[in-house]
């Protein structure tokens, strides 16, 4: 009987999971700073508060989720049953990612439309009530 | 193996925990201050509150995980019941964060509105 090699997968599994994170994270809240800025209106000190917890957020439970589903629940046995495993659970993760990517996209967006509208509403508010 | 496995959990979730606690720490500030009306005292009191409740919800729901824990006997076991209980730990830490984002946003809101009706 040839020895399963789950122990190998998960040593390739993990490092990319973690790196793939990393990178998208790191993307995403470079350039959400902009947007942010823009939705608090130049109030930088809370800006870049929110832009920290939204990031943190973003790596708790991505990491979260890619930890809980690594485990692979058969014996792997030889290097094409590898490769299938692997490709299967980092191709879900990485869909995962992109929803997420995407869900954090519409939040910025859908913030940054109400600051425009409230602001946009002040100034056409009728100057005789004051 | 077991209680290797939960020398190295238990170190990895305070780890975890202790830095995530810090940095929430540090970037909730300024919207409890919003909250209470730039009232600094008040805000530094509130906020440790929540840091040490923080600590005490996540550390005992670690340590009481343990009790779920199967028997470990190969090194692969090891490997995946570390990650995945450190998985389920940190999700659990992720969906609290953003329960207390939103009521943050909410009570600002609810404050606004009553301010400027």
Known sequence: MEKSVNFIAYLVYLPVVIFL?????????????????????????????????????????????????????????????????????????????????????????????????KTHALTLMPKTEM | MNTLAYIIYLLITYLITVRVGLLFFRNGRIFIMELVHQDVSLTDAINRILLVGYYLVNLGYAALMISTWDTILTWTDLLVSITVMTGKIVTTLAVMHYINMLVIYFIGKRNQSILHP
């Open chain 1, 21 to 117: 994170t990393w990178y998208v994270a790191h993307t995403l809240f470079k350039n959400s700073k902009v947007f942010m800025l823009d939705i608090f209106q130049g109030k930088s000190e809370i800006a870049i508060a929110t832009n920290k917890l939204f990031e943190t957020g973003f790596y708790l439970i991505n990491l979260g989720f890619a930890f809980w589903i690594m485990e692979i629940g058969y014996d792997v046995i030889g290097n094409r049953d590898m490769l299938e495993a692997l490709s299967t659970k980092i191709g879900g993760f990485c869909i995962n990612l992109g929803l997420m990517l995407f869900l954090n996209l519409y939040l910025f967006f859908r913030g940054r439309r109400k600051a425009r509208e």
